[in-house]
């Protein structure tokens, strides 16, 4: 199994902010005050690699 690196701190965002192709998986530990991760999926998912 790919080794996960930790999400780039840089692209980070919140939900009202997120755009098409970006990484929507929460990196916060605060459910209310989500933070995803934001970097560029891959064509037709919600993930990044």
């Known amino acids: 199994m790919p080794e996960i690196g930790e999400p780039c701190q ?3 965002t919140t939900l009202f902010k997120l755009q098409a192709r970006q990484c929507r998986f929460i990196v916060s530990d605060d459910q209310d005050k989500a933070i995803f991760c ?5 064509e037709g998912s919600s993930w990044c690699p």
């Open 10 to 12: 840089q692209t980070r």
């Open 38 to 42: 934001g970097s560029e999926t891959q």
